[in-house]
């Protein structure tokens, strides 16, 4: 089964956007305060521990953004770790769950080792790499890297074609680049990365799209169905605080809210009926220890949706 297959498997599935801390609760951002942490710099010392038992406990992947430079005006460092580094690393300590990149910014990147790097987790992984990319929206980025953001788009679509050919067009005769994966690498894109709808239909397995209401899925999984069919998976995120009271109605915040299992369930209903095939979940404001709010998920929330699986 590949990854792509896998993570579709039963029609909706459930996973984590790292980092896995929840720095930004009330209880988290007292913590952080009094660890010299710069703002939006997670804890990481349970990172472990917490992706170990999400693996153990059956969602059914993790998520890791690319943010090579901390800006302080953007004041977010995702899970801190450099994403290809991150990758092998959690490779070799969980077994079952996939490893998604969302996204990899790939003209910051030198095409060639993006290349060898992504072959790399994937097959340290056993497979289980889902390679999410994007064209970046961070301008500071780019002349530190010494790339052009107004040309970015153009630089995305030449690392595509790279990555559908195996660099075969960029290396010289009889020069390999190994490992060469022995399947296509599945490549989601986050966003439209300065491409036409019609050309991300065609080039990409899957969309990774901004977190919304379920009525804002329904109408972009209908655009992206339009472009791309309906095998290719609509995939987006939900920032969660879960309520230690099962009951609690949802109580909407921007990008997710704050709600008891029930609710939980129910949103996640609505958005698998709005043509959502996967949903990760953020958990940086959710104010209950991470480790009980992912065991009641697991407990609660995985049957409903992997059961099928």
């Known amino acids: 089964m590949t990854a792509m297959q896998k993570l579709g498997q039963g029609g909706f599935s459930i996973g984590l956007e790292l980092p896995l801390d929840n720095d930004w609760s009330s209880t988290g951002r007292q913590a952080h305060a009094a660890s010299g942490r710069v703002p939006g710099e997670p804890d990481m010392h349970q990172h472990a521990v917490l992706a170990k038992l999400a693996d153990r406990l059956g969602f059914r992947a993790l998520?890791?953004?690319?943010?090579?430079?901390?800006?302080?005006?953007?004041?977010?460092?995702?899970?801190?770790?450099?994403?290809?580094?991150?990758?092998?690393?959690?490779?070799?300590?969980?077994?079952?769950?996939?490893?998604?990149?969302?996204?990899?910014?790939?003209?910051?990147?030198?095409?060639?080792?993006?290349?060898?790097?992504?072959?790399?987790?994937?097959?340290?992984?056993?497979?289980?790499?889902?390679?999410?990319?994007?064209?970046?929206?961070?301008?500071?980025?780019?002349?530190?890297?010494?790339?052009?953001?107004?040309?970015?788009?153009?630089?995305?679509?030449?690392?595509?074609?790279?990555?559908?050919?195996?660099?075969?067009?960029?290396?010289?005769?009889?020069?390999?680049?190994?490992?060469?994966?022995?399947?296509?690498?599945?490549?989601?894109?986050?966003?439209?990365?300065?491409?036409?709808?019609?050309?991300?239909?065609?080039?990409?397995?899957?969309?990774?799209a901004y977190p919304g209401t379920p009525e804002d899925h329904a109408r972009r999984a209908a655009q992206w169905r339009a472009v791309a069919g309906d095998d290719k998976p609509y995939v987006s995120f939900i920032h969660l605080d879960l309520d230690d009271d099962p009951h609690l109605p949802l109580q909407r915040f921007r990008f997710g809210g704050r709600t008891g299992r029930d609710g939980l369930i129910a949103e996640l209903h609505a958005m698998r009926a709005a043509g959502v095939r996967h949903i990760g979940l953020q958990l940086r404001q959710n104010r209950r220890p991470l480790a009980e709010t992912l065991q009641e998920i697991a407990e609660y929330v995985l049957p409903v949706f992997h059961c099928a699986a």
Request: proline letters at 9%; charged letters at 15%.
């Open 63 to 208: 998520w890791l953004r690319d943010v090579p430079l901390y800006d302080p005006s953007f004041g977010d460092a995702a899970q801190v770790f450099e994403v290809f580094t991150y990758l092998g690393y959690l490779a070799g300590i969980t077994q079952n769950i996939l490893l998604g990149t969302a996204a990899v910014v790939l003209p910051l990147r030198e095409p060639v080792l993006t290349l060898k790097a992504a072959a790399s987790a994937g097959q340290l992984s056993g497979g289980r790499l889902l390679l999410g990319v994007a064209s970046g929206d961070r301008p500071v980025e780019y002349p530190v890297f010494g790339r052009d953001f107004d040309q970015r788009g153009a630089a995305f679509r030449e690392q595509v074609a790279m990555l559908r050919d195996w660099g075969e067009m960029r290396l010289p005769p009889g020069i390999r680049l190994l490992p060469k994966p022995g399947a296509p690498l599945p490549l989601l894109v986050a966003g439209l990365a300065q491409q036409s709808p019609a050309w991300i239909g065609a080039q990409m397995d899957g969309w990774l």
